[in-house]
Nanobody, 122 residues
């Protein structure tokens, strides 16, 4: 069974930084793609940052230049470094993973971690 465990959420002031972690079971880490999502109250879930098995990354426009996605294969962990946080970044953050190439293309993730709350105050 694929398992993803998310941690690192907190409450910070605007302009601050946080690093989220998504620890995966060894099997889960041999996935083709992984992604960070977030969902604010009353809003649709949105993809924030995506990473492929070759290390290539992509970001939502709203976080480009502020957030960095990465993964440490030795630790089976994916990270989201969030800098210069803004109140609009307040949301529940989730990680997701998928091992099938075609499901990655359409972002049909089968494996999800639990959420971690990020709250940014002005």
């Amino acid at each position: 069974q694929v398992q993803l465990v998310v941690s690192g959420g907190d409450s910070v002031q605007a302009g601050g930084s946080l690093r989220l972690s998504c620890a995966a079971s060894e099997y889960a880490y041999s996935t083709y793609c992984m992604e960070w999502f977030r969902q604010a109250p009353g809003k649709a879930r949105e993809g924030v940052a995506h990473i492929e098995s070759d290390g290539s990354t992509s970001y939502a426009e709203s976080v480009k230049g502020r957030f960095t996605i990465s993964k440490d294969n030795a630790k089976n962990t994916m990270y989201l470094q969030m800098n210069n946080l803004k109140p609009e970044d307040t949301a529940m953050y989730y990680c997701a993973a998928e091992g099938d190439y075609w499901r990655c293309r359409v972002k049909a993730y089968r494996y999800w971690g639990q959420g971690t709350q990020v709250t940014v105050s002005s």
